[in-house]
Each structure stands twice: as C-alpha cells, then as structure tokens.
C-alpha cells in the first residue's frame, strides 16, 4: 500500500458479486469426491482459464513441504509461470507422505491436464486436510473427471466451499478496476486455518484476474499484496505445511498493466486479498475478536512488522484482549521483548484510540473506557515507538478456552 | 553441563535440606509489610551475608526494565560484584513507575544498608507484581527494619514462601559438593509466573553458596548454568520486565574456587537451578504436565536450543500434549518453521521413546502407545535432525484451558 499514493490514482476500485470467476476468462467447478467422509461434502475444486493464463504463486517458508507445494513449484518453474488451471483438495493435506505422495500430486495434475488439453506442467496443485495420511486416488480421479466436465462461470461460490476444512465460513471476494485504459477484475477465494481436525493448519489462496499481465509483473504484484495482507495475519503464529496463495491472469478484458497501471493491479489485489486476509482472522480457531496491532514511529518497516508480530503472537496479550483487559503492562512487555531497539520512555500505547501508556507511565484512570471498547468485536491496539517514521499493521485474533478445547481435543 | 565430563569429575553432589541459608554465612528473613493485601501474607524478603560476599546477577532483556533491575545493574558495577544483601518484596514489580520507582528501589538498598552497616551500593534489589503501580513506602521501609533484626540462619523456606506471588508452591533447594580440596554448599530459591493477578510474569532466582569464588568467576559459572536451567525453559514465551537471578559466595566453607575447582562450583549451581527452574515450569499457570524437547544432531547447539524452543512454545503442540494427542505432524511443522536448514526426510521424532516419524513418513501403529505415554505428569519429545551431533533441551509445559482463564480473567 505503501507505493500507492492517493493522490497520484488513475483508477477507483469497487466492489462487485462473486469470486474467483467474476473476472472474465475463469472457470470453476466443486464436486464430493469422497476424500471428507461426510456425505455431499465439497472436497474438490478446479480452476481453469479458458485459454492460457499467466500464473504466480508463494508458498510456505517451512521446511516440511508438502508434495502438492513441490509439484507446483517446478511445475512454475518449468512453465515460466504460464498455465492453465488449479486443482485442489481438501480433508488430506498430502504432506509427509513420500514418493507416492509426489506421484499422487502429479496425477492430480495429469488428469486436469487430459481433460483440459494441457500439459500436465500448466496445471498448478494444493491439498489442505490432515497431515501424513495418502490421498485415496481411486476416490479422487473420478471427482477430477467429474469436475472438469462440469467447469463453469457462475459457480464460484461452492469452490470456495470446496477448499474449507473446518473453516466456520466460506471466504470470497472481488473488485472492479476502472482504469482510463478501461476497466478488469479482480477476484478471490481462500480457507483459513481451522485445525479443529487433527494436523490442519493450512492457508490457501486463489486469485484471478483479467488483466493482461506477465508472469514477473504477476509475481511481482503478489509478493507486494502479500506483504500487507496474506503475510499480515497471525492465528497462533504456526505455519503449515501447505501454505499456499495462487494467482492467475487470463488476459481477458484486454487491458494491459504496464509499470504506469501496474498500482491499479497492485490496488486490485490488495482489496481482494485483504477482505480474504481479514476473514481468515476473524474465522481463526476460537477466535471472538479481531486484533489489528498497529506500530508507528519505529526505525524501518521491518521494526515496526517485527514490534506489531510479537503483540500480536503474544499469549499474554492474546489472553488479556479475550478478557477485555485494558493491560497496556503486557504490551509493553512483547514490544521490549521483540528484538528491536527503542526507548520505553518515548513509547505510547493506545487501545481503542485510548491513550493507556506515556512517558514510562500508565493512564490508567483511562482503563474503564478502553475496557469499554475491548469488549468490541474488532480491537485496535497502536504502539508507538518514538524512533523514525515506519509503521506496519499485523492482524490477529483473541486467545480463547475453544481454543485449547479444539486443538487439544482429538482422535488418535 | 557439556563442558564438565563426568569421568574427569573430581567431586560429589548430594542433595541437602534446606535453600538459600543452608551454605554457611547466610541469613534470611521474611515478613507481611503489607504491599499484599492478605493479612499476613509474607511480602518482604531480606538476603543477607555475615560479612561480604562475591555478587554476580542476570537480568531480564526486556527493553522495559523495572527500577530494581536498573539499580542492582548499577549498583554492581560501581562495587565490582562485592556486596552484603539482597532485599526482595512481592506484590509489587515496581516497573513502569518513572523516576518515583527508581527513587523508591534506591531507597529500599539504602535501608537495607543502613540497618546492615554497609553501603546503599552494596544491597540488591528485586521486586514482583503488578506492574505500573508504585510501591507503598511507608509499608515497605517499616517492614525492612522488621526483616533486619530478624535474620536468621533457619529460615529460608519463609524467605521462599515470601517472594511467591501465584507460584502454586515454594521452591528452593540445596546441595553438598564434596571435593577433594574441601566441601561447600549451594542452595537457592526462585519463584516462576503464576500470573493469576494481573501482570504479573516475573522469574526472580536466588543462589547462595559458601565456596570463595571471584565476582568474575561467579558470573562465569552464573551464566553458564543458567544457560541449560533457567534460560532453557518456557511457560508461554514472554519475558518480564522483572526476571533476575541473583548468586552470592561467602566463601566461608574456605574452600576457593581455582580453575581446577571450577567445574565443581559449574555443577553446584546446575544442580540447584536445575532443580528450581524445573520447579518453575511445573507450576506454570495452568500447567497440567511438564514437557521436556530434546533436540539431538543437530548441526550446533544453538540450531538445537532454536528448534527445542520452537516446538516447546508452538501453541499448536502445547494444546496435542494437553490432549495426549502423540501429533507428530504439529511437532513436524513446528520444526520446519524454526529458521534452522535441515533435510525432514532425515529427521526423525520420538515421543516418550516410541518412534512416530522417519524418513518422511510416519509410524501411525505406534501412535496409541504414545498417546498413552503423554497421560503421564511429564513428557518427553525427541527430534533427530540429522543434521550434525549437536544437542539442547528445553523444559516447557502444556497449554490449557486453565492458562486462558487465568490470564482473561481480570480486574481493570
């Protein structure tokens, strides 16, 4: 957001209906392969372009990856990031699933790409479910077929239904894009982590547009949306096997992003992303509030990223804000112990826009109000640092008992 | 520990009763000043040594620092580690309290001073409780002269109970090592974050011992023990304004400390904080079983402190443990996303000895086993990351429902 300047806008964003194919140019299709055991349950999805789409995507940073992250990754690099189509899956993450795992992954591709008229490299592969059980092939190739036989424009809706696990809601969105060049689309769908399941804690990400652009200007545009979005929110500071967001360019409306509209693709993604972003937050495991933790006046950007991160991770912040305590003590404490340097007796904290800490020196006959306002769903909480001029937001949600009870209840 | 071979050990280590006055040329005293509400509550503790001791302390490093670690910090550097007492009060962490906080610790050393016939520089200070509330003098310094015509050789287990603030119980414990120069004791007290009032998150740490050793040789042995004991184990990954651990040597055994000896004192002081800060995660807030990650093979020894750290702080694995859920997977992706390069299909993980995952696939039929084993008060997790030969353990416990209550529910 931060290379945007208002004042310097060629184009105006608008909300519109829809998802992932409310940009022209997409296809989609979710059918119940059998993967969940419930009947009727979505647990598959393809995304396709009618013609060839330019691809990008980022992927977890952890070292256990799943096969489906593998296979998409050199299926881009092969590629050069121009593609086809997406196939995902849900109630099986295939992570820590070997050799055959990869070999799953693959035919996942394959058979898309057969149906498509592809090659198996053009189509890009995600699962989210349970860690270290095999995909049941004999279940998942018929839903493929079944899929891509059924790939349509007006049904994104239960693609992003598809793709949840134990989300408690499906997570879509999309924008419209005026430019003076003329006008594209942007649209969107994701699932969050909601690990009431064993081992599910996966983040996936669709994007689509209709813009004409590169795979670089792509990839380019989606790392800088990531940055203050998807890479913005913590749920419990974990990070999963299968992390994944995707995004396609179809090249449909016919409008091109040179580096002059590249803010307005930028702009674009940024709108859908965040609405993903924020509902990803407010639909984590236990969650009753919404925490943006935002830090101003620190040195760099990445000072104020690392300051917002620890407030927001913090167990003792977490669990105060799911108590409506005003407990600026607490806050203070994560922001000394984030690793980065200031001066505590330059430092403010606000909660609710509640100055609650000043000068090395509680407000506290200011603590009724800001308790008022932590009873809200949705809870700010500004620190600043008093040593530069960068700021950052990262979001998060309150630490509750549902929690615990998810993640500690379990099968085996 | 690593740097002291048991087959070159030219001592014993024997557990004695007692804590911080069982090595010889200690007194204690503890008292109700009234900073706690409760009547009678012990609130006000006083550390002192017949002449004059070596001093050496670790402090928080928190950017927010309480008054009394600001003045024990300056107070041994302008005496080079020489000092005569500590003196410690509970309900109260006198942080976030500006220049009337920094006067007021000043204050409780120099009544200490006064009453002892040393200098104000010569007294320590420690304090725990609420932060950003100041401390009532006129309760503390009455209590003070209370405290110091009343020390004793006898009662340090008061002087435990006196700096506990929610700790569910005292800890404080002594050892005899016997060498072949001579034998001298260690002996110490500590209290961990029981946090059920609000702010409270304090470790404070207390090791006396009647072995002659330099301040320099003290710090030595201080840091390298607290290494594996103290700072190697995790309640919920915060760091107070107020953690300090405090060491004293009379040297009144006679027995000096040479490099030859050094070793021996190394071992002392390990056993006691072992001991104490094992104490310290047992009575966790909230805690229902002690978890002990062992990382082996790693490449060095801070990749495996990294990794033990991670996987013992990962909400996700405290919530399984909590749950007797033998979930490798959460295990898995915590140490994937530790920040540390290593090749998962190499690594391996136990839980209480039965093998669940190897060459990057797990062993599902051993899980009951396992789960069965996590029932037990204290549990250990293993991870090979075949890697190097390198190992660390860190000391955590489970995450539950307990711990949101404790620290939700609130005051304000």
Redesign the interface.
């Known amino acids: 957001m931060a290379d945007v300047m208002p004042s310097t806008r060629q184009f105006t964003i608008t909300p519109i209906d829809g998802g992932i194919t409310s940009p022209t140019g997409f296809r989609s299709a979710a059918v119940h392969s059998g993967i969940k055991a419930k009947p009727g349950a979505l647990d598959l999805a393809v995304l396709a372009v009618d013609t060839f789409a330019s691809m990008a995507a980022l992927f977890t ?4 990856q799943a096969a489906p992250v593998l296979v998409s990754k050199r299926h881009l690099e092969v590629t050069h990031g121009v593609g086809c189509a997406i196939v995902v899956n849900s109630g099986c993450a295939n ?4 050799d055959n795992g990869l070999a799953n992954a693959v035919t996942m591709a394959s058979e898309v790409a057969a149906d498509l008229g592809c090659e198996p490299e053009q189509v890009l592969v995600a699962s989210t479910g349970v ?2 059980v095999g995909l049941k092939m004999d279940r998942l190739v018929p839903g493929i077929h079944a899929a891509c036989t059924s790939l349509a424009h007006g049904n994104a809706g239960e693609a992003a239904r598809a793709i949840m696990t134990t989300d408690p809601f499906p997570k879509e969105h999309a924008v419209r894009v005026d430019t003076a060049q003329g006008s594209f689309s942007v649209g969107g769908m994701a699932k969050g982590s909601g ?1 009431i399941e ?2 599910m ?1 996966t983040m996936l990400g669709f994007l689509t547009t209709d813009a004409q652009a590169t795979p670089a200007m792509l990839h380019r545009a989606l790392v800088a949306s990531a940055r203050d979005t998807f890479n913005a929110i913590t749920v ?6 299968n992390d994944s967001l995707f995004a396609m360019a179809s090249g449909t409306s016919g409008v091109v992003i040179t580096e002059e509209l590249y803010p307005a693709l930028l702009e674009g993604l940024l709108a859908v992303s965040r609405n993903l972003a924020l509902g990803i937050v407010r639909g984590g495991e236990g969650a009753t509030r919404m925490i943006a933790v935002t830090v101003r006046n620190a040195r760099t950007t990445d000072d104020a990223r690392q300051v917002a991160r620890t407030i927001a991770n ?3 912040v977490k ?2 804000v ?9 806050i ?6 984030a690793g980065v ?2 001066d ?1 007796g330059r430092a403010t904290v606000h909660i609710g826009g509640i100055l609650l ?1 000043e ?4 407000h ?1 006959d200011a ?2 109000r800001a ?1 008022e306002i932590l009873t809200r769903d949705a809870v700010d909480i500004e620190v600043s640092l008093g040593a530069g001029d960068a700021a950052a937001t990262i979001w998060g949600c309150d ?3 549902e ?3 998810i ?6």
Not at 61 to 64: E, F, M
Not at 236 to 241: I, L
């Open positions: 940073t952890n070292l256990a992570a820590c699933t070997g860690i270290g690990m064993p081992n804690a419990d500071g974990e990070c999963s096997t913090s167990p003792l669990t105060a799911h108590g409506a305590d005003p407990n600026w003590g607490r203070v404490a994560a922001a000394g112990r340097r200031f505590i800490f000068n090395g020196l509680p506290d603590a009724p308790a630490l509750s008992a929690y615990v009870r993640n500690g209840e379990y099968r085996t």
